[in-house]
């Protein structure tokens, strides 16, 4: 699979994206093997733009495995800067719609509510759920509950 192309100011933004982004992989003193590749498959799937460590001190050999990354996962090699490697793949389309759906902000429900008494018709209601409630199933919007805030031990109150 060939890697992706990107221009020096495409790499640059990504740099700067990845500037505080975390090591999400980490490759040990076994190097490169078929489970990391695996790994990193994962983490760009999952987030687009990755940072990953090598702790090995071989400067030659971080190079080749950025650049071995980057061709057999079909990435951008973004940057190389010490330890780190810095990978780039577009996420795919159908993960991030799923993302943004989760993301949104309030979400009208239909609720169908069943008389007890048979032959009468449902009753249909819409009901607005917020991101800190969820829809049980008796068709009630129960509100996330607020965390207590823990008491200091040892202090003096």
Do not use: C, Y
């Not at 003193?29 to 760009?44: F, H, I, M, Q, R």
């Not at 057999?72 to 090699?77: C, D, E, G, M, Q």
């Amino acid at each position: 699979m060939p890697q992706i192309q990107l221009t020096p100011a495409q790499r640059k933004a990504f740099r700067a994206d990845a500037h505080h982004l975390n090591p999400v992989v980490m490759i040990g003193a076994d190097g490169l093997t078929p489970n990391v590749s695996k790994e990193v498959d994962a983490a760009l799937k999952a987030h687009g733009l990755i940072k990953v460590r090598v702790f090995s001190d071989d400067r030659a050999g971080r190079e080749a495995m950025l650049q071995q990354l980057a061709d057999s996962l079909s990435a951008a090699p973004i940057q190389h800067i010490g330890k780190l490697l810095v990978l780039w793949r577009p996420v795919e389309e159908k993960e991030r719609e799923l993302d943004e759906d989760r993301m949104r902000g309030p979400k009208d429900v239909k609720i169908l509510k069943f008389s007890k008494r048979g032959g009468q018709k449902p009753e249909m209601k819409v009901v607005r759920v917020l991101g800190n409630q969820r829809l049980t199933k008796g068709g009630q919007v129960k509100r996330a509950k607020q965390r207590q805030k823990s008491l200091k031990k040892g202090g003096n109150a």
